[in-house]
């Protein structure tokens, strides 16, 4: 199975800041990448699909871009409520598997 | 507004069985694929199971496949997960989600539930 990695593990960053999260795969995934936010006690929430499309209601300030084996979150200027844990996650390959997920923390 | 909302878990003896259900509402259920998705204790996510909009197509997580068995009713709306021979290491917050679509191609997770608590333990 395809391995994603995410980096950094934890990513200190201040209100108003950009913050940028990595996520790498194993082997090319195409545009096959999502993205999601989890805040603490709550279920993710699917941000982005196909590497760069935002999901419904999801605020410009997030963006994805990238392809094959490398691909990046942008949160343009972190807002109090970004605060939490990013997950990438390819779906090219059976089965669909996560990164282990990036903490985005005040600093 | 879709709504997922899931039920059965608690607290289960290693080798004994759990039904977990997952009562969709705010969308046309038989037109999507649905899955199941954990998250043990402090940990990331692993994806389960999932099930396509007729149940023709379905698949699993090496890690469940032949203890775990996934299905869906159209009828009511509902999802489940019959989970036996359960193991400690299956312990989690199993989410239900809806996918982007019908089949089981390109899998990715449009919506979640909240979640019901799984824990294996003597």
Known sequence: EIVMTQSPA???VSPGERATLSCRASQSVSSNLAWYQQKPGQAPRLLIY????????IPARFSGSGSGTEFTLTISSLQ??????????????WPPTFGGGTKVEIK | ?????????????????????????????????????????GKGLEWV????????SIGYADSVKGRFTISR??????????MNSLRAEDTALYYCAKDSQRGLRNIFFYYWGQGTLVTVSS
């Open chain 1, 10 to 12: 934890t990513l200190s």
């Open chain 1, 50 to 57: 196909g590497a760069s499309t935002r999901a419904t209601g």
């Open chain 1, 80 to 93: 109090s409520e970004d605060f939490a844990v990013y997950y990438c996650q390819q779906y090219n390959n």
């Open chain 2, 1 to 41: 507004e879709v709504q997922l909302v899931e039920s059965g878990g608690g607290l289960v003896q290693p080798g004994r069985s759990l039904r977990l259900s997952c009562a969709a509402s705010g969308f046309t259920f038989d037109d999507y694929a649905m899955h199941w998705v954990r998250q043990a204790p």
């Open chain 2, 49 to 56: 199971s999932g099930i396509s909009w007729n149940s023709g």
């Open chain 2, 73 to 82: 009713d159209n009828a009511k709306n509902s999802l489940y997960l019959q």
